[in-house]
């Protein structure tokens, strides 16, 4: 019923700030925004005429910049749901994936990013998080293979999240943060004051083989605050990851698991592995 994905969040956008959703039946390549409103974007759909989704869609920045910009409101939240999707292709200095800020519930599900490249920080996802955002992980979505190769800025080849005001929360609830590299910090994930929580581990779940000057899995500071919660049958995972950094020897203790520092911030392991890491220490903590 739309010419193409931003015509449709045009759309919903025009419809206030209450929840519409959009389903895509073809693979979009630009760069998309969604600016103060309530969206569901579902991918998958074989034609208009389909009641469910049976498959996945490509979103793709082409190479040329950004895939997909959030921005919530800066007084109530908003939801974006983002189901069965591959968001792929992105190019740009900050959150070549995805760019969320402001007050926002964003939630994967079924869907992958993949592919996206940072010039600076975030090659998959960055999130600015002043006003409090809130990025969920669930089934079985994934971050994986996205890069941040700056030699002097590289960080959250993964995931970048800042906060200064209010907190972020990422939860890996069924999600996996897989083969990505920062040539600074973070492989992973880079959290700047945000929490994470991660009830992921088993067969493809988890923070698994990322790869990073320091903080292999995880680099964490200024009063992050990381809870990872396993249970009998599938604990909490970071398996294989790897820390790069050379003083004296590569990855000394740099943390190829986890690396936290600075005052406040904490880590908690509860049923969960650590296992497999290389270069240095698989944690590394560091007070103020």
Known sequence: T???????????????????????????????????????????????????????????????????????????????????????????????????????????????????????????IYIRAEDGAVLTLDQGSAVMSNSAPNAAYGNGGGIYCSTLVASAVIGLLDGFIYDNEAANDGGGLYLWGCGLTS???????????????????????????LRFYGGSQHPATLDSNSSTAAYPDPGWPYGSGARIEGAGTRLELHDSWVLDQSGGCAITALGA
């Not at 581990?201 to 605050?225: C, H, K, Q, T």
């Open 2 to 124: 739309h010419a193409g994905l931003q015509a449709a969040l045009d759309a919903a956008a025009a419809n206030g700030s209450g929840y519409d959703e959009i389903r895509l039946s073809e693979d979009q390549v630009g760069s998309f925004a969604i600016d103060g409103h309530s969206v569901s974007i579902v991918g998958g759909y074989s034609d208009c005429a389909d009641t469910s989704p049976s498959g996945g869609t490509v979103v793709s920045g082409g190479g040329l910049g950004r895939v997909l910009d959030i921005a919530g409101s800066v007084s109530s939240f908003r939801t974006i749901d983002l189901a069965h999707l591959e968001i792929t292709g992105g190019n740009t200095m900050y959150g070549a994936g995805l760019y969320i800020q402001l007050k926002a519930l964003v939630t994967l599900e079924d869907t992958v990013v993949s592919g996206n490249v940072a010039t600076r920080s975030g090659g998959g």
């Open 199 to 225: 009830y992921s581990g088993g067969a493809l779940r988890g923070i698994v083989g990322n790869r990073a000057g320091r903080g292999g899995g995880v680099f964490a500071n200024s009063g992050a605050l």
